[in-house]
């Protein structure tokens, strides 16, 4: 079983994620050279926070001298989502909801039949339940909405929808709605064994969508008020 280690003040990924890790490696009698494999969220998430993992993640695979970095595993947060999703059973993972999309995907047997995307969350749910339909299994198919999207969206009906369960689909367990740190380690692990691994340079986050700020951007620059 891992050891859990958090942050001190998760507000502040950028100040406290380091010395976090520097501390988790004292506690266990590491030093920096005997970190031989780092597993990390690449998101979508906060966009402070998935960026500081990532760039944490990527020093820490850089060699330093004669000592080789450490062995990387990017996971999408919406891989960690829809793990616990058993043999032949459908998950419909929602997360990052704004404005009436969200970043979501429907996954079976280990990988993603509908990959995720930005879309809207209504067509989403139409086509999740066609899907789920046309095939639906032997055990339930979950809809799995992240708490902190849920938690964090405007009261709109298009996000309202997103937090409706369709047709053909249960709402998962509630523990299933918020991505562990135990999950993601399971499913790194699992992924280095197999080789799947990515060198530092390659390992880049995974937004969902553009940062607010380059989309208010945009907009002005559309206007001509840039």
């Known amino acids: 079983m891992p050891r859990m280690f958090e942050l001190p003040d998760k507000k502040r990924h950028n100040l406290e994620l380091m010395p976090t890790v520097d501390a988790a490696a004292r506690d266990l009698g590491l030093t920096p050279d005997g970190l031989t494999e780092v597993y990390v969220s690449l998101g979508p998430g906060s966009f402070t926070g998935v960026r500081a993992g990532v760039a944490c993640a990527q020093m820490l695979g850089l060699a330093d001298g004669d000592a080789p970095g450490a062995v990387l595993v990017g996971v999408p ?28 995907g429907l996954w079976r047997d ?19 339940a066609e899907r789920v339909k046309e095939d639906p299994g032997d055990a339930p198919a ?15 009906s298009a996000e309202a929808d997103a937090l409706a369960c369709p047709p053909g689909f249960e709402l998962c367990d509630p523990a299933w709605r918020t991505p562990s740190a135990a999950r993601l380690f399971g499913i790194g692990r699992d992924r280095a064994l197999a080789g799947h691994t990515t060198p530092p340079e390659r390992l880049l986050p995974e937004y969902g969508r553009a ?15 840039a």
Not at 211 to 225: I, T
């Open 77 to 104: 947060t919406a891989d960690v989502l829809a793990s616990p999703a058993g043999p032949g059973q459908w998950a419909a993972v929602v997360m990052s909801i704004k404005r009436g999309t969200a970043w979501c």
């Open 211 to 225: 940062p607010e700020a380059v989309r208010l951007w945009d907009a002005k620059a559309a206007s001509g008020k």
């Open 110 to 128: 280990g990988d993603w039949a509908l990959p995720c995307a930005d879309r809207p969350t209504n067509e989403f749910a139409q086509v999740a």
């Open 142 to 156: 979950w809809w799995i909405v992240e708490r902190s999207s849920a938690e964090s969206s405007a009261e709109s």
